[in-house]
């Protein structure tokens, strides 16, 4: 998360000074692209990113995330649920044995004695001969029929009409159900208002979606709708649940309090604790994986949404963040500090995944502080 954000920042303006050079009707098309971890890639952008350039749909999809710019439908591809690669081979395979070693026989249907079997029985002297009543069969649909074709498994001789589509990863070599795959699109993109005003100002320029940094911190009162980051990533976590949901992919988060912040009537001013609620965001990310997503959510709460992690592995990760961050120091007028932490599971939407964090979170502080509680 750390790298993107720094991309982000350094790649966001050239690339919209890129896209508003470009004519009115004209967008930044995806190319077929091997070698990308999407099978697509966007090579007008390499001499901006440089070694930096497999990063262009991650920043892009950012930008269009923050309006800046448009995004229009090019194609879809099919994701496997384990690594995120595009590389699935999909193939019919056997369902008693799972091997791809099938051999298809098309099948004929005598009409006149209804016998059924497989096309090179008919087969005599260059002509189509039924082998039960040694008739001649001259035209399809009036003599005969093709109804289906049979499998035949090479390896544990099953034989029916019905094998399973199945998928192979060949980065990860785990079999995928194509019901299982990740969904993505693949997208064109086109300057947006804020984006042409940007490029023109050299600067990233306020969207209708603005970043917490945008905001003044004196100005920041108690209350997550004060809080402009929390409601996109909110709005992103409905979406990753709902992916989380169809797929069985594991989703939870935490809320992380600084125990120091837990007493509202003992707590410092909202300006102080803004500072040290940024400080503690940035000492946080650096022992997140890249796959986390967080936000401020308030003066005291911090919200951390985890893709493929059930609530023990986040717990986990709770606990080696209070230990890793016990004490450390991160602003003169707060000190060192210890935190209260709650992990919860994806329940039914994101706002309640909030709520039951909280309460974990609550719960912890409760307990004493300077531990995680699982709800």
Known sequence: MRNVDQAYEAYAVPILKHLAAKAADESLRPVPDPASPIAYSYPELKSILGERAYLDSVILGRLEKEQYVFADFNDRILL?????????????????????????????????????????????????????????????????????????????????????????????????RPEKCLIRDIKSYRIASAGRASAESGELQPSDIRTVGDMDPASLEIGADSFSEIGPLLTLTNELGRLSTKHEIPLSAMVIMPDALADEESAPGPKIASGFMRSLEEKVRDLLPDTAYLAVADERHMLVVLPYSDPARTGELARKVISELRDTSFSGEIGGTTLSVGVASWEAGAARLLEDTRKACQLSADNGGDRCETT
């Open 80 to 176: 496997c649920p384990y690594c995120l690669a595009y590389n699935v081979c999909f193939r019919d395979i056997c369902p008693e044995c799972g091997s791809a070693d099938l051999t298809a026989l098309e099948m004929l249907h005598h009409f006149r004695c209804g016998y059924i079997g497989a096309e090179e029985e008919f087969h005599k002297d260059g002509k189509l001969v039924c082998p039960k009543c040694s008739v001649e069969l001259l035209h399809v649909g009036k003599d005969y029929e093709r109804p289906s074709e049979v499998y035949t498994c090479g390896q544990c001789e099953w034989t029916g009409s019905e094998p399973v589509t199945s998928g192979h990863c060949v980065v990860c070599d785990k079999e995928v």
